[in-house]
């Protein structure tokens, strides 16, 4: 990390921090001292359980669908659950292959609290990004991505998610050598500006081909993750962010409307089935385990399945009191 570069952030009172790959322990205190919010982006249970010890008010946790650098293997669905459990009651963000409202509802679903998105926000205008890079990642799919180390001149040992190029294809093709002996190893790439002064890449560097990149794409990490299977324009922010909420929204009230007639149904199902004076448990009742467990769960919050099968009398009761 550069070095003062927390120190700004602190002064300038930026709302959230947000720490990756490190131990951010040294720096929480400090942090609310400044009334900042620290945040941490986990790729593992144990990662989160560490950050939760060291005092951080939000932990993120990153499917290894991500785009960008990718700290654990775990798939967002698996590790969101685990991680939401582990640290509850510290909230939890979801990040990884989320692009569209129906991966928000998915988020939320699995507990977290909110979702960062990266991929989506790269194909948005604002980004300051080669306009180049941003369609590869608009025309791209998930199986256009690849989890490599490859690109590790100036980060060395931490993996990432990125479109497969021809520096990637190349070095393939070579056999995947060592770092050192890959295809056109130092050669120079392209150029970048960075705080107004030239910057030459060199193959296989991690710095990103940002906007005002002069050189080969082919040969820059081009970051990008699963979710670019999702992207499909390139637009601006606040778009983005109104289309995904409203999708979710969408989604989220289908969802609730289904529920609402499945449970009419089974009602309309169970009253019609149930003899007027029931005199053996469950008798005349024709319900399965599932069509149970979906009337009568998520309003009771409490039924063993088993149990309500053998008590008939008492379904009704439950049942109808919804
Ligand atoms: C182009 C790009 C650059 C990224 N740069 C950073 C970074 O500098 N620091 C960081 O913590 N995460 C970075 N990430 C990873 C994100 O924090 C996040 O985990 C990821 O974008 C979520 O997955 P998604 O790309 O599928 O939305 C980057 C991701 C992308 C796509």
Redesign the pocket.
């Known amino acids: 990390m550069q070095a003062g570069l927390i120190d700004v952030c602190l002064e300038e009172q930026v709302p959230l921090l ?1 720490f ?1 790959w490190g131990d951010p322990t040294p720096y929480v205190e400090e942090a609310h001292r400044h009334g900042v919010t620290v945040v941490v ?1 986990v790729g593992s249970v144990e990662e989160a359980r560490a950050a939760m010890a060291a005092g951080v008010d939000i932990i993120m946790a ?1 499917g290894c ?5 990718v700290k654990g293997t775990i798939a967002l669905t698996t590790l969101v659950p685990e991680v939401v459990e582990a640290v509850h009651p510290v909230p939890v963000i979801a ?5 569209t409202g129906r991966g928000v509802v998915a988020a939320l679903s699995l507990g977290a609290q909110a979702v ?5 926000f ?1 194909a948005s205008t604002e980004a300051r990004m080669p306009h180049a890079y941003k369609e590869r990642v608009v025309q791209s799919t998930a199986k256009d991505t690849v989890y490599t180390g490859l690109f590790d001149v100036g980060w060395a040992e931490a993996p990432h998610r990125v479109l497969r190029n021809k520096a990637v294809s190349e070095w393939e093709a070579a056999g995947c050598p060592a770092r050192g002996q890959r295809p056109g190893e130092g050669q120079v790439i392209g150029t970048v500006s960075r705080a107004g002064t030239p910057v030459e890449l060199v193959r296989y560097s991690s710095f ?1 081909p940002i906007e005002g990149f002069t050189g080969d794409l082919d040969y820059a990490a081009l ?5 670019c299977s999702l992207v499909n324009d390139i637009k601006p922010a606040a778009q983005i962010v109104a289309d995904v909420m409203r999708e979710a929204e969408e989604v989220m009230t289908r969802l609730q409307q289904r529920s609402e007639r499945r449970r009419a149904t089974h009602v309309r199902k169970i009253r019609g089935a149930v003899p007027s004076r029931p005199t053996e448990p469950n008798m005349g009742l024709h319900l399965t385990a599932s069509s149970v467990r979906s009337c009568v769960a998520p309003a009771s919050g409490s039924s063993s399945v088993e149990s309500v099968e053998k008590t008939g009398v008492n379904l009704m009761a439950v049942c109808s009191l919804r």
């Open positions: 947000v990756f982006q990153q669908e991500a785009g960008g650098h990040a990884g292959g989320i692009a960062s998105m990266g991929t989506r790269l990103m970051y990008a993750g699963e979710s």
